[in-house]
């Protein structure tokens, strides 16, 4: 089999443009999606389909998925017509997925009893990051897997990351982040909202805050991407994969027999006001906040 032939798994927000980076790399790139639109749009950019995730792993040498929950990864792996029942050495398996550390180490042992290599390997940046290659990858794994892979992970990340060879060590590194970002996301909710009640510029907040204690980067990217325009796109990072994070964050922390005193209130708050926002890009917590105000105001 040639090297050179890619598959991937997941055509949506995310995975989409992390194929067609692979094919702007050279790679020979075969596309899977239960929305067969997206293959259609594959096609377009120079992608092959026309496979099935069982038919699709006795074509390639190495395959990626990109995939939105749990269940669907655990499904596109361990189902009989999945990947591992149909794959065989030397096939390696890199999920992109943001899944938990149980599913990562349970997928790993059965690829493993089957000859075939395999990494877990959530990915951090947004859309944005994704169609610009800048990702950050956190790669668990075995090294000398994870050694094998970098040329096509460097084809879809900037920064890229071996964490540990637990398949799950890299999945919670991701949790941290997200568990961090949606804090944060709440904070700039929080924080607009008191400003709009006193009557302050969202750009001289900004301004100031930007410069000073406060300041991060999940400010800079909701606020100048999102609420300054308030345009809260359909197809970024939704609030409702947020929501899903955040859960798996609380999951892995309860696991450990840690507390996440935040984490769970925000879980907590999500779910109860969520109707309406799901699809929308986690920025709209501004909205969902001040929305509420609004409405309890009358």
């Known amino acids: ?33 239960v929305n067969k639109e997206n293959e ?35 499904s596109v792996y361990l189902n009989p017509d999945g990947l591992i029942p149909n794959g065989e050495a030397p096939l390696t398996l890199i999920d992109l997925s943001t899944v938990s550390p149980e599913v990562n180490k349970k997928i790993a042992q059965t690829a493993e009893e089957n000859g075939i290599q395999y990494l877990a390997a959530p990915v ?12 950050s990858v956190m790669v668990g794994g075995a090294q000398d ?10 084809t879809i990340g900037k920064n890229i990351f071996h964490v540990g060879e637990d398949h799950g060590l890299g999945t919670i590194v991701k949790l941290i982040n997200n568990l961090m970002a ?42 100048k991407s999102f609420i300054e325009k308030n345009e809260y796109i359909k197809g970024s990072f939704t609030t409702a ?6 859960k798996l964050a609380n999951h892995v922390s309860e696991s450990l ?10 879980v907590d708050y999500f779910e109860s006001n969520i109707e309406g926002y799901a699809e929308k890009d986690m920025s709209s917590a501004y909205l969902m906040l001040t929305n509420k105000t609004v409405e309890a105001a009358k």
């Open 1 to 33: 089999m040639d090297v050179k032939k890619v598959g991937f798994i997941g055509l949506g927000n995310m995975g989409f443009p992390m194929a067609s980076n692979l094919l702007k790399a050279g790679y020979t790139v075969y596309g899977v999606d």
């Open 40 to 74: 259609k749009r594959f096609v377009e950019i120079g992608g092959r389909v026309g496979f099935t995730p069982a038919t699709l792993s006795s074509e390639v040498d190495i395959m990626l998925t990109s995939l939105p929950t749990p269940q669907i990864v655990e």
């Open 124 to 135: 951090s940046g947004s859309v944005t990051g994704a169609e610009a290659a800048t990702l």
């Open 145 to 154: 897997t994870f050694e094998f892979a970098i040329p096509y992970l460097n």
């Open 182 to 223: 949606g804090i944060h996301t709440q904070a700039v909710a929080e924080a607009l909202s008191l400003a709009d009640a006193a009557g302050l510029s969202h750009e001289k907040v900004y301004e100031i805050v930007n410069v000073s204690s406060g300041q991060s980067g999940v400010f800079t990217r909701n606020y």
């Open 241 to 246: 994969l947020l929501l899903k994070d955040l």
């Open 257 to 266: 027999n840690r507390e996440l005193p935040l984490g769970k209130m925000l």
